[in-house]
């Protein structure tokens, strides 16, 4: 089994409990077991607009291969209302793999690790709390002026 690690954001509707259904979601999928959860944290929208953002990163222990993971990612979305009207748009559910195994990818459907991982405190912060290994301290400082609290 691969770890794998996922970003996750809600900022429409009740956030707080999208954020945790989908944690429960995230364990539920196939040939799958959640091995870790962040806490909750609030962050100010980064080049978006909208409402603050609640997030978490959670780490799975997988078999499926990582289109396979991002394909199951992606259905949550849809079944949670997950629309793409424009980029960076309020969303009901985000979910970003953004690691899996030694997985390096980069083609028009997957890229990883995922390229903007590394300038979001958002992301960040919880990967810190439960992999604290795979996030650097500099990296750390280099987000310090973007606005998060843990819940």
Known sequence: MAPAYVAIGANLGDAQATVRRAIDDLAGLPHTRLAARSSLYRSA?????????????????????????????????????????????PRTLDLDLLLHGDAVLQDAVLTL???????????????????????????????????????
């Open 113 to 151: 690790p995922h390229p903007r991982m590394n300038e979001r405190a958002f992301v960040l912060l919880p990967l810190a709390e439960i992999a604290p290994a795979r996030v650097e301290p500099a990296r750390l400082a280099r987000v310090a002026d973007q606005r998060i609290e843990r819940l």
């Open 45 to 89: 929208p980064l080049e978006a607009q909208g409402p603050d953002f609640i997030n978490a990163v959670v780490e799975l222990h997988t078999r499926l291969d990582p289109l396979a993971l991002l394909a199951e990612l992606q259905r949550l979305e849809r079944e949670a209302g997950r629309e793409r009207p424009y980029r960076n748009a």
